[in-house]
């Protein structure tokens, strides 16, 4: 009997040992955690353009509808004609810089809307903090054109939001409360810019699944797990969109109107 359990004990063993070879020899991809952006007051420009554009590309989900200019302006190459987003951001508006006009579209997109283009755009400054804001800035305007953010507008920006903090501001990482701290559904969607995605209640686009009714197909715990972990369950026909829809709802919105969003959705039967 003895003799039989070593034998078990050994093919154990071996196999054991196989698989941690095996496995020591498969490259190791290491997960980045998120990183908060700290730029400081002698932050070049090249370092302004890199972080810029991981914050474009990433946590910022702008390709989502500026890559492509169906469902808003192209900002990378030439958008109709008129050349990319940095040469001609200066001109959008009189009186207005390239600098100015692409803060104002970030912090007020109703203020400009494109002509042949909707007003879908969420506050970005409500989602992104100060340092995200101008790094994008300067991205945009080196396509193309000069790139004049620094430091100071960083600082400045800082300044007009002392002491914001996710734990102090509603969750929201760019010094303010999200959706001026609203639990009011409609204006938790306007801001977090839903329906550039979505479609609910007639309005917004097709681009995400149909909000409409989506309290028929999920219950409110699917509704805010979804919310919280947009990859814990990825919509029948929409896999090639997976990793679009944006991680930081969770952080962004207080409690309270996480709730409040989750209630009205989980209502749409």
């Not at 979804?226 to 829809?245: H, N, Q, R, T, V």
Request: aromatic share 4%.
């Amino acid at each position: 009997m003895w003799a039989t359990n070593l034998k078990v004990v050994g093919i154990v063993l071996g196999t054991l040992a196989l698989y941690t070879l095996i496995a020591n020899k498969i490259p190791q991809v290491q997960s980045e955690v998120p990183q908060t952006l700290t730029l400081g007051a002698n932050v070049t420009p090249e370092q302004l353009v890199a972080a810029g554009e991981k914050v474009f590309n990433g946590i910022g989900g702008c390709p989502t509808c500026h890559g492509l200019g169906t469902r808003a302006p192209n900002l990378l190459t030439d958008e109709k004609g008129t050349g990319p987003i940095g040469a001609r951001c200066g001109k959008r508006e009189a009186g207005k810089s390239c600098k100015q006009y692409l803060y104002e579209s970030l912090d007020n997109p109703t203020a400009f809307v494109v002509t042949g283009y909707q007003p879908i755009m969420p506050v970005m400054t409500r989602q992104l903090s100060p340092e995200q804001i101008w790094s994008v800035i300067a991205f945009l305007e080196s396509q193309g054109g000069t790139v004049d953010v620094t430091g100071d507008d960083v600082a400045k920006a800082k300044q007009l939001t002392p002491g914001a903090s996710p734990a102090n501001s509603g969750g929201s990482p760019g010094g303010g409360a999200f959706a001026a701290g609203s639990t009011d559904p409609k204006a938790i969607i306007q801001a977090a810019g839903c329906l550039a995605c979505h479609k609910l209640d007639g309005q917004g686009q097709v681009i995400a699944p149909d909000l409409t009714h989506v309290g028929a197909r999920r219950d409110a715990e699917s509704i805010r797990k979804k919310i919280l972990d947009p990859a814990s369950s990825i919509a029948k026909g929409y896999e090639k969109l997976a990793g679009i829809m944006p991680k930081t709802f969770g952080t962004m919105m207080s409690a309270a109107q996480l709730e409040a969003l989750v209630q009205y959705l989980a209502g749409h039967k």
